[in-house]
């Protein structure tokens, strides 16, 4: 049973492996070969592996990581269609041009030109409950324990982080249908440089997994305590996300009459990005409050 138990966790982390040589530059299309490598499995056995632990193939896991750095780098930086086509590593603008319209149900040229197609960002305002407004909720969070594993670098690259840690748990038969998946963000992207950028890819375990399960691939156990939050329900895609924490720490923070607690804000992503649609994912946006009576 003990054998069993680190064959599994190896093949995790070596499937880990695999996709961070994916998530290293998705404008390449790494070979079976290669990737086989990696993983350190036989070419022979590397795919079904793959998607018995990630659920997916590795070309799903490239075109997903394409289409997401391709959306931001349309929302935000606003680039003309064929660099971004070029950067992301499809052949040509028609190409890129196919596979955003059938993913985001929009050309890329019209995405980036109508500032994306998630909920739209409110005009200033000094009251916090005009119309037009997102919604807040104010809440208790319990206790959490997560299995984290940290990233340093720009946000928009956090879903094969994602990936990554899911292969993990999956090796440890961590996942489940309670299991929330989180992410953690410790800086303003507007702030700090996007190399410099701290971040945390989460996903909730059993109380019972003990601290001391850290591992070689940088994954570790933490707890989150009893928070009170301010949610945020955004419906869009993960590269629009921006929109929601500016209007947030904008407008809403300052005329709530809440202060901010000593945690990061965090993610909780409430769907299924793989088998959804971006105009579907839902995201809730978590601003930890202090509670009233340390206020």
């Known amino acids: 049973m003990a054998n069993r138990l680190l064959t599994q966790h190896d093949y995790g982390r ?10 290293a530059d998705p404008a390449r ?26 659920g997916e193939t590795p070309a799903e896991t490239l075109a997903r990581e394409r289409l997401s750095r391709a959306a931001g780098l349309l929302v935000r930086d606003a680039l003309p269609v064929a660099l971004v086509a070029k950067r992301c590593g499809y052949g040509s603008a028609a190409a890129f041009t196919r596979a955003f319209r059938a993913a985001y149900g929009t050309p890329p040229a019209a995405y980036r030109d109508s500032g994306g197609i998630g909920a739209p960002l409110p ?78 890819a989460c996903l909730t375990v059993p109380a019972g997994v003990p601290e001391g399960m850290e591992s070689s691939d940088g994954v570790r156990i933490l707890d ?23 209007w947030l720490y904008r407008d809403w923070l300052p005329a709530s009459g809440e202060e901010p ?29 202090r509670d009233r009576a340390a206020s």
Request: glycine share 4%.
């Open 29 to 54: 299309n790494p070979g079976l070969e290669e990737l086989a490598a990696a993983a350190a499995f036989s070419p022979y056995h590397f795919h079904r592996i793959y998607r018995e632990i990630t």
């Open 123 to 200: 005009a200033p305002t000094s009251t916090p409950q005009e119309p037009g407004m997102f919604d807040i909720e104010i809440r208790h969070e319990p206790p959490l324990r997560l299995a984290a594993l940290a990233h340093r670098g720009p946000y928009a690259e956090m879903g094969t982080v994602f990936d990554r840690l899911m292969a993990w748990a999956a090796a440890r038969r961590l996942v489940g249908p309670e299991t929330r998946f989180l992410g953690l963000y410790h800086n303003d992207p507007a702030t700090v440089p996007a190399r410099e950028l701290l971040s945390d």
């Open 261 to 289: 607690a000593d945690q990061p804000p965090r993610e909780d992503y409430l769907n299924d990005c793989r088998s959804l649609p971006p105009a579907e994912w839902l995201t809730a946006v978590m601003l930890p409050l």
């Open 224 to 246: 989150l305590p009893a928070s009170r939050v301010a949610v945020l329900v955004f419906k869009g895609p993960y590269a629009e996300l921006e929109r929601a924490y500016t």
């Open 14 to 23: 070596r499937i880990a492996r695999a996709i961070a040589l994916i998530a």
